[in-house]
């Protein structure tokens, strides 16, 4: 397929060469309605940036993108994403760079948003999360020829730079410690299941359960408060209801707890719970939740540091960042006693 020009573009357009420069450069010299009709159709007709060109004639735009395809609701409650935000500034702060965080309703505003950003040379890299399985960013992402740093498992990241955790270790070590405390019935309350990192928890939680002979369910929810405590109570209404819970984030499971709490019940006497990740809102409940615990804010400092070392020609590698670790306070318990 033959290289879409500015020539070509311009045509389309019916503007100059020198107009569709301007519009695809973010300066001025043209008016909104001919920039908006220039990037119209460059989006159209796929066109991507020549980078050699780009290097040549103009300077880094000193920003990082990240876009999140969630709520505004949801992203400002979750503190996954406090922390590895939290993370990623502070190593461009160190680097007089900007972060970009673009917030969309889904996959394809987010690719929409890679397009306009790679079209205006708005940014020199992005991070990615919540990798799919076969996920469509990462083709587009090299048709832009966009530098990226993935956040997720090498098996989703298809040979491009990733950094990711141990889900599938970390997962065994919840499952195997309320099996210890003597729970035969667990159930999880999930993430989306297109998720990757849901995917590899979903594949790590069916293979542990039935190694140890427990009976396993699994509940997936959209990873927000409201879904996470509907899923409690669901789980906790039907007659053979489990005795331990796991949580695929924090937020899920302080919602989770309030959701027995209204119910009557008590953790960890009716109920085990534990959370992901390890926010201090699992140190604020009563009881404290037993949780997986990582670093996230250090998370987000190293991707950020695999991006700068992607601009500077470091080759394409997957990283391992950490396994979480289980740390048990007071929501573990063993199972309740048959009345």
Known sequence: MPRITIKEIARRAGVSKGAVSYALNNQPGVSEATRARVLKVAAELEWVPNRAARQLSAARSETFGLVVARTAKTLSEEPFYMGFVGGVESVLSEKSYALALQVVPDLAGEMATYRKWAAERRVDGVIVVDLRVDDPRIPL???????????????????????????????????????????????????????????????????????????????????SGEEGAAATRQLMAAADRPTALIYDN???????????????????????????????????????????????????????????????????????YSTPTLTVRQSSGPPPRPS
């Open 141 to 223: 992402l090299r048709k832009l020829d966009l530098p990226a740093v993935l956040v997720g498992h090498p098996a989703l990241a298809d040979g491009m730079t990733c950094v990711w955790t141990d889900g599938t270790a970390a997962m065994n070590a919840a499952v195997e410690h309320v099996a210890r405390l003597g729970h035969q019935s667990i159930a999880r309350v999930a993430g989306p299941p297109e998720h990757g990192h849901v995917w590899i928890r979903d594949q790590a939680f069916a293979a542990i359960t039935r190694e140890l002979g427990l009976d396993a369910q699994v509940v997936h929810t959209d990873f």
């Open 250 to 320: 924090d937020l899920m499971a302080v919602a989770g707890l309030s959701a027995i709490n209204g119910l009557g019940m008590r953790s960890p006497g009716d109920v085990t719970l534990i959370a992901w990740d390890d926010s201090a809102l699992c140190r604020l409940t009563h009881p404290t939740l037993t949780a997986m615990s990582h670093n996230i804010v250090a998370y987000g400092a190293e991707v950020t540091h695999r991006l700068f070392g992607l601009l500077d020609g470091a080759p394409h590698q997957a990283h391992l």
